[in-house]
């Protein structure tokens, strides 16, 4: 079984729409929430019955100053600031994931991710990638990451840019998951915010499309071939 697994349902709800045969295909979607906590509880949850892979799929911040919204991160190593351990992604996954972006017509970069532990402002994001090489940053790659290594599942995070390094993400949204309550309470009480909000609204759909197309083209050829990964000695 292929996993494909993301923070926010925003982030998987166009992939799981093109893919209705998804059980007959040998993949499975999830949610694992935002963060280190909830993310690792939801992936220890999974691995009484490993899968034979899993992917990662999301937004970013861009760290690099050269990304723009919409551009693909697939990350050869992920990192923590409070950890000097780096852990390698897949390599096969990797090479999977960008081919696929690059049929999808995304530009790709690779280079290192690191995962922070609250959403990063400008200032953090210009600041890991002159510290780290870092080329975007995160609040989950490093956990999953880890979590997977544990019990030898191969792993690749593909994340589509959201803000650009000298950007940032509104507060008040950042933190949470985008919804149509949400956004609507936050008008109500702040209507001042409108702006703000459309801006997001069309970073989210520039960086949906681009993953989305990723990540499509990427289980039509990996859903194939799953017989050919390596499998978790029981």
């Not at 963060?35 to 509880?41: F, I, N, T, Y």
């Not at 409108?194 to 949906?208: E, W, Y």
Request: net charge positive; aromatic share 4%; proline share 8%.
């Amino acid at each position: 079984m292929l996993a494909i697994v993301a923070p926010m349902a925003i982030e998987l709800a166009a992939i799981q729409r093109s893919v209705p045969d998804a059980p007959a295909r040998e993949v499975a979607f999830g949610v694992i929430g935002i963060g280190k906590e909830p993310s690792e509880r939801y992936i220890s949850g999974i691995f009484d019955r490993p899968p034979d892979a899993m992917i990662l799929v999301g937004f970013c911040g861009g760290a690099d100053p050269t990304l723009a919204p919409g551009d693909l991160h697939i990350a050869r190593s992920f990192l923590n600031p409070d950890s000097s351990d780096a852990i390698d992604a897949d390599p096969m996954l990797n090479a999977r994931l960008s081919c696929a972006g690059r049929s999808a017509g995304g530009r790709v970069v690779a280079g290192t991710s690191t995962t922070v532990n609250t959403v990063a402002g400008r200032d953090a994001k210009m600041r890991l990638h002159e510290t780290t090489g870092s080329a975007s940053v995160n609040m989950e790659d490093y956990w999953v990451a880890r979590a997977a290594r544990s019990v030898n599942v191969p792993f690749a995070s593909v994340r589509a840019v959201l803000d650009r390094a000298n950007a940032e993400i509104p507060r008040y949204l950042s933190a949470n998951p985008i919804g149509p309550a949400r956004i609507l309470t936050s008008l109500l009480i702040h209507p001042g915010r409108l702006p703000g909000l459309i801006r997001l609204a069309r970073l989210v759909r520039t960086a949906s499309n681009s993953l989305s197309r990723c990540v499509i083209a990427a289980i039509e050829t990996l859903s194939l071939e799953l017989p050919a990964l390596p499998v978790v000695p029981k």
